[in-house]
């Protein structure tokens, strides 16, 4: 009964606000028609405001659920008109604060003691809120001034609810919607339940702002507050207040003298570090919570706040991203037509060269602008759009990084108009993919996973024995179901001789590793014992006895 009535909301919402022209031709329709005689007339400043600005409106007086559907739509701009996708980007999270009394309450309860104990002051006017939480000035004894932060009473349940909602509406757009496959429905809704999961614990939140405080602490490009963990609990959270000017506030930052063009550069350069070098990176970098601090003029740096929506990446991913990056840095397209292939963002039967010259043809006339005329951004979003015709398919979480570039490059070019974000972000990419893939990085690795290696290592032999006396004995069987690879066993003959070969090349390596990792004694060439040179050399020389020869 409860999703009923909220769908009815929902509804009477969009007949206020005139959307239902946005779902003409949709199964929708017929019944928005029938309902319209039941809702009030649009007001003339409603009916006066664009499509776009209309649907803005509407999300924001849905609640939080729908502000949040509404900026990560706002991201795929593959799939929604451009008015509609910018209108979207200037969703803004404020709403009526609750009771500053009922916020004291709740920190009594959470913090299991008086306020008058925790705090030598707490102040009941809220500094700031939005549709989740809401921020308090207060005073720890001794005199430190913090901000805590305070869930909004019963948010679960209203949010648990709009999600069961949005889950209902996701199963009817995959089974009706003819490109459901691709836009992934249900895998949006669930992203969406994860963010907001997130956010709903401010626990995790304390968590995420003390990692990127200490990956951070020795930069002078970016600052993070402090967590007070004696103060800090699930539903209320305490950190150092902090003071400092909105990153879209140009004629604050000019009135302090502010470098803004060092700012402009040094945010690109964060955003790049944060995804490709730590796979760590504040995902809700809109101007209310990137501020910057007035302190520093000539050497500005970044404030950031709120560290409930923070993203990470898989390796494949990271890699996959970096790569089609830096294919678009050279406007290398064959690379990025293979690269859509290889990470299964494609299928496989597409042919590479019409891929090829599809993201020529919208990368191409890019290019004959100035580079400070180039959204990295807006490139992307066209690929995408392109790439759509090729049967792309969603990558859920990819979704906070597409927004955090567009917010990230929407504060550069505030901040400085004539950036060039391709020369700023281009070597910054480079110089992380160069250190991710050194020979010392994967020297690291190998130290890292030594103990692992060490664990298993005893049962090497015994598995390698048995594995050859069952190819001596002829107990090992393969079989072969594919015509293909049919073909291929014919040429399996002198298999045996090259798979000893193979495991003697791994177990050498194997054997250099760990004499590195133990810093073996005796002669060295570069810091590397010998003998770890010689083991080395020994398995690289049996792997290449293992090649098959074409």
């Known amino acids: 009964m409860k999703s009923v009535l909220r769908a009815s909301r929902i509804g009477r919402v969009m007949l206020r606000y005139r959307l239902d022209d946005l779902l003409d031709g949709t199964p929708v329709e017929p019944w928005l028609r029938l309902a319209r005689p039941f809702v009030p007339r649009a007001s003339a400043e409603i009916a006066a405001q664009a499509r776009g600005a209309r649907l803005r409106l509407a999300l924001q007086e849905l609640g939080p659920i729908f502000v949040k559907f509404g900026q990560i739509l706002s991201t795929r701009r593959d799939l929604i008109p451009p008015d509609i996708a910018e209108e979207l980007t200037l969703l803004q999270d404020r709403v009526a604060p609750f009771d500053g009394d009922r916020a004291r309450a709740l920190v009594e309860e959470e913090l299991g003691r008086p306020i008058h104990e925790a705090f030598e002051h707490f102040d009941t006017t809220p500094l700031a809120s939005a549709s989740i939480a809401q921020v308090h000035a207060a005073t720890l004894p001794g005199g430190r001034e913090v901000v805590v932060k305070v869930l909004r009473p019963d948010i679960r349940k209203q949010i648990a609810g709009d999600i069961a909602l949005l889950e209902s509406v996701a199963a009817i757009v995959e089974r009706a919607h003819p490109n459901a496959d691709k836009i992934r429905p249900r895998e949006i809704v669930a992203e969406i339940e994860n963010t907001l999961a997130a956010e709903l614990d401010l626990q995790r939140e304390a968590g995420n702002a003390s990692l990127l405080r200490r990956t951070w602490s020795e930069s002078p490009d970016l600052y993070v507050p402090e967590v007070i963990w004696s103060h800090t609990a699930e539903r209320a959270m305490t950190m150092e207040r902090v003071r400092g000017i909105p990153s879209d506030d140009i004629v604050a930052l000019d009135a302090a003298g502010i470098d803004r063009r060092a700012l402009a550069a040094k945010g690109v350069r ?154 700023v972000a281009k070597p910054v990419l480079e110089r992380i993919l160069l250190e991710r893939y050194s020979p010392q990085r994967a020297a690291q690795e190998f130290r890292k996973r030594l103990p692992e290696i060490m664990t298993h290592a005893p049962d090497m032999p015994r598995l390698v024995h048995a594995w050859l006396s069952q190819q001596v004995d002829g107990r090992h069987e393969l079989s072969l179901r594919s015509k293909d690879l049919t073909d291929l066993a014919q040429t399996m003959k002198g298999m045996q001789r090259r798979v000893v070969a193979a495991i003697l090349g791994v177990g050498l390596l194997i054997v250099a590793a760990v004499l590195y990792g133990l810093e073996a004694g005796g002669p060295s060439i570069l810091s590397v014992p010998a003998s770890a040179w010689i083991a080395g050399i020994g398995g690289l020389w049996a792997l290449l006895a293992a090649w098959p020869r074409r």
Not at 273 to 282: A, E, G, S
Not at 287 to 298: H, L
Request: negative net charge; hydrophobic residues 45%; charged residues 25%.
């Open 270 to 423: 964060v955003f790049y570090q944060q995804v490709f070098r730590d796979n760590f990176f504040h995902a809700d970098a809109h101007a209310g919570n990137i501020w910057v601090d007035p302190e520093r003029r000539t050497d500005p740096r970044f404030i950031a706040l709120d560290f409930g929506i923070m993203g990470q990446l898989s390796r494949d991913d990271q890699y996959w991203l970096a790569e089609n990056f830096m294919a678009i840095f050279n406007r290398d397209y064959r690379r990025i037509a293979e690269l859509h292939v290889q990470a299964g963002w494609m299928p496989s039967h597409i042919r590479i060269d019409e891929l090829e010259a599809a993201a020529r043809a919208v990368c191409e006339p890019y290019f004959t602008r100035p580079l400070s005329e180039i959204s990295l951004a807006e490139v992307l979003a066209k690929l995408f759009r392109t790439a759509q015709r090729y049967e792309l398919t969603l990558q859920p979480q990819l979704i906070l990084l597409q927004k955090t570039l567009l917010n990230i490059e929407g504060v550069g070019r505030q901040l400085d108009p004539q950036i060039d974000i391709w020369a």
